[in-house]
């Protein structure tokens, strides 16, 4: 098992930067990859971005390539997202996700066995 906790969520205004965080305990995450997925109000739940615990390669989506980034510290089983110039569509709850490595797409949400609570952003314009 992995438990996992997000935190760091707000209201922010459109351009503002955000840090969430993603805490985890339990088995070690050393054969996982982790994922930021994000749920907007009235649309399907889509992947963020990813990384992979064991050498910190980084997946994103498009629409946040440019202006999002994935980090971690292994020390302290924690990963990080930090939302740039944030727009009011990036408005949603967003979850972190763990899963062992396989061949599945990262942007998969069947590549995740294990799910935080969520933490809401909203971006006002």
């Known amino acids: 098992q992995v438990q996992l906790v997000e935190s760091g969520g707000g209201l922010v205004q459109a351009g503002d930067s955000l840090r969430l965080s993603c805490a985890a305990s339990?088995?070690?995450?050393?054969?996982?990859?982790l994922g930021w997925f994000r749920k907007a109000p009235g649309k399907e739940r889509e992947f963020v971005g990813g990384i992979r615990w064991d050498d910190g390669t980084t997946y994103y989506e498009d629409s946040v390539k440019d202006r999002f980034a994935i980090s971690r510290d292994a020390a302290k089983n924690t990963m990080f997202l930090q939302m740039n110039s944030l727009k009011p569509e990036d408005t949603a709850v967003y979850y972190c996700a763990s899963g062992l490595k396989s061949t599945m797409s990262v942007a998969t949400s069947r590549a995740y066995s294990y799910w935080g609570q969520g933490t809401q952003v909203a971006v006002s314009s």
């Open positions: 339990g088995r070690t995450l050393r054969f996982h990859i």
